[in-house]
């Protein structure tokens, strides 16, 4: 019986995923690096082959070109949009992307589960709970 190909492009992504998020278990915190945004970008391009942040990632390098960048692309629940279809928080699936508050401000997080996970403000990954999203998206191929 031979292997479905849908199946085995899944799995690969699904590898591909859970070594982004053993490889950025310890990075520091960088500005279009590893922020909120391009960690969101790098699970999608993990998961699904297709890089949401082509156009502009590498385009700001500090918080201040970060808040520009977010300004013109409509904010930030504008560009999680790209990732797919809103869904109801509670029913993200890990690679979702999701819409979180904390520390005074928004961000976005990668769902691995129950947790949402977040490039952490020193570094490393910091986990929030499924509930805590304000909105998510599904993470798809489309």
């Keep these: 019986m031979s292997a479905d190909p849908a199946h085995a492009l ?3 992504g699904l590898a591909r ?3 982004l998020i053993e490889a950025r278990r310890a990075a520091p ?3 279009g690096g ?3 945004c391009l960690f969101a970008a790098d699970a999608a391009l993990a998961l699904t082959g297709k890089d949401h942040a082509a156009a502009w990632r590498g385009r700001y390098h500090c918080a201040a070109g970060a808040a520009r960048l977010l300004a013109r692309l409509g904010g930030l629940s504008a560009l999680a949009s790209n990732a797919g279809p809103q869904i109801m928080p509670l029913a993200a699936g890990v690679g979702d992307v ?3 508050h904390h520390g005074g401000r928004e961000l976005l997080g990668v769902c691995v589960g129950d947790v949402w996970l977040s ?3 020193g570094a490393g990954l910091a986990a929030q709970p499924l509930g805590a999203a304000l909105a998510a ?3 798809g191929n489309a």
């Design 10 to 12: 899944a799995d690969a």
């Design 17 to 19: 995923f859970f070594a």
């Design 29 to 31: 915190f960088v500005w």
């Design 34 to 36: 590893h922020d909120c």
């Design 98 to 100: 999701g819409l979180l």
């Design 119 to 121: 490039p952490a403000a």
């Design 137 to 139: 998206w599904r993470v």
